[in-house]
């Protein structure tokens, strides 16, 4: 096959695949063959206002998301921001856009498209993806930024109680300090038992509870962990920025 | 690890009769660009619990979803069935804009991929109400139960099945 021949198909493949709907006055859905996992074809309009042409999708690529993935906490904001503007595309109230010019129209069609294709990825974000790297990030943090308070892992206090475990032990000033790692209900009524035990055991101690998502908890559950705590970390987030300088209060 | 199931267990994943465990909201709540409901379900002669969501976009009323999520126990969750509006195109049909409900795809599960590619157009229903009502009574939700947590369908469905 002649180089020239390849580039007539593709010209005419391209040509013949792409078509244009309109869907409401000045907005037009433009028919590509891009689509989701689910084979459903990627949401991309053409809006027209005034004098100026947008790429966006309409809130489509969030609402698709949603079905298997909420932007429910900021963390995940922070990540679909980061991807949007990192890929030279806006966000607006849910609406991912680009502005264009008639002669930039079709590159930022397919800068478009790479935009949609990275955000539906975040669905890989999803829990069973990110609970390692929850529990990953916090055991970073103590062994790098806490790590003179002398951190131990899976430490059991209690001789031959090992149901009852803390995720890390620390020692800020001679006293001991109780750190549990919470992902999800099953581990923040584990960790409310075994705070709950140590203090009835009388042993002297402070607990504190790093949540990864402390809303996403049940009223009861959450009711539970402030009771046992001493101390609670909201979410990762609030661990990372406060962490170092609350337990420097507690040394001094 | 992949899921081996056979059709007919897919089948009565979807269709078998389920409870309510949590509650809708009586109305859809408003999200950025889209309404969006949800709650939890459980088959009790399977001992499978589910989660269902509705989204319909506040720009285009005709693009909505309703699905069926098998929430499998120790393991990731999985869409087994959606209910979509006409809302464009698809891979696997020549139509655009039709009505049409997405499948888990077995033969892909079984190598663990999980999508719902097992597309197929239908005329079971047209707008996000009508889609609602045959999703929930499909799913094995019973009627009186429907009539009871989704009031607006009741009265969208006066001459429904």
Known sequence: MLENDIKNLLAKSFHDKFSLVKRRENLYQLMVPLYHEDGDMIDIFIKLSGSSIFVCDCGMTLMHLSYAFDINTKSREKILLEIIEDNGAQYEDGNILIPTEPDMLFNNVMQFSQVIAKVSSMRMLRKSNISSIFYENVNEFIFSSLSKYNPQKKYVPIAGQDEHVVDYFLTVNGRPVYLFAIMGEEKALISTIAAMTFQREKLPFMGIAISDSFEKLTTKTKKRVICAMDKLFYDYEDFEKQGMAYFERLAS | ?161
């Not at chain 2, 009769?17 to 859809?28: A, D, G, L, V, W």
């Not at chain 2, 589910?50 to 393991?75: A, C, P, T």
């Not at chain 2, 006409?86 to 888990?104: A, K």
């Open chain 2, 1 to 161: 690890m992949g899921v081996n199931i056979s059709k007919e267990y897919l089948d009565a994943l979807i269709t078998s009769q389920k409870q309510f465990k949590t509650f809708p909201r009586r109305e859809m709540a408003s999200e950025r660009q889209f309404m969006r409901n949800e709650f939890e379900a459980y088959a009790p002669i399977l001992d499978e619990s589910f989660h269902v969501f509705m989204r319909q976009s506040i720009v285009f009323l005709e693009n909505y979803s309703i699905g069926l999520v098998w929430n499998r126990k120790n393991d990731k969750p999985v869409i087994l069935f959606r209910c979509n509006g006409p809302h464009g195109g698809n891979e696997n049909s020549s139509h655009r804009f039709v009505t049409h409900i997405h499948r888990l795809n077995l033969e892909e599960a079984a190598v663990n991929r999980f999508v719902e590619t097992d597309t197929k157009e239908t005329e079971e229903y047209t707008t996000f109400e009508d889609a609602a009502w045959f999703f929930l009574s499909y799913c094995g939700f019973r009627i009186e139960e429907i009539e009871k947590y989704f009031p607006f369908l009741r009265r969208m469905n006066l001459f429904g099945k």
